[in-house]
């Protein structure tokens, strides 16, 4: 089967219920196979018709996974004393697997713990979403692995 761009409009709430995101811009466009959405999602859309609605619930383990106590991490105050770091501020560090963001939690004089887990980590999910339009994608977009147009990339 040819790859899709899928256009959908959604909102993002946690189970209980607040919202936390939501397309507002316009429909959020992505091509199909590429893990640019939670693959959970991504499967319940590429299911739809267009026009359809839908609400998708996303356990937290299969969206952006379970909260993870060893994550939260102590680093020596010295090892971040060139940047600045504040309580409930985030801190960009290179790790082995790229740029990671972690959130300072607490701080004293000695110790800076860091939390390096999602901030969505160990949040059920639940997605109301509205698929606005499906096409096939351009050979341009498949080489490139992205949507182009409204809502996707922008060259
Ligand atoms: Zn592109």
């Not at 498949?142 to 060259?155: C, D, V, Y």
């Given at each position: ?21 939501a ?9 199909e196979?590429?893990?640019?959405i ?17 609400n998708v ?5 299969d ?47 000695k ?19 509205e ?5 096939e994608?351009?050979?341009?977009e ?14």
């Open positions: 089967m040819k790859k899709r761009v899928l256009s959908f409009n959604y909102t993002l709430k946690d189970n209980k219920g607040q919202v936390l995101d397309s507002q811009e316009g429909p959020l466009s992505f091509l196979g590429q893990q640019q939670i693959p959970a999602l991504e499967n319940e859309i590429s299911s739809m018709l267009i026009g359809q609605k839908k619930k996303i356990a937290a383990a969206a952006y996974g379970v909260y993870d106590q060893a994550q939260v991490i102590d680093v020596p105050r010295e090892q971040v004393a060139h940047i600045e770091v504040e309580v409930g501020g985030l801190v960009q560090v290179q790790s082995p697997e790229g740029i990671q963001v972690l959130k300072v939690v607490s701080m004293d004089e110790i800076v713990k860091m939390d390096a887990n999602h901030p969505l980590a160990g949040v059920d999910l639940e997605f109301d979403v698929l606005v339009d499906s096409r994608a351009t050979a341009e498949l080489s490139h692995g992205h949507a182009h147009g409204p809502g996707g990339h922008h060259h």
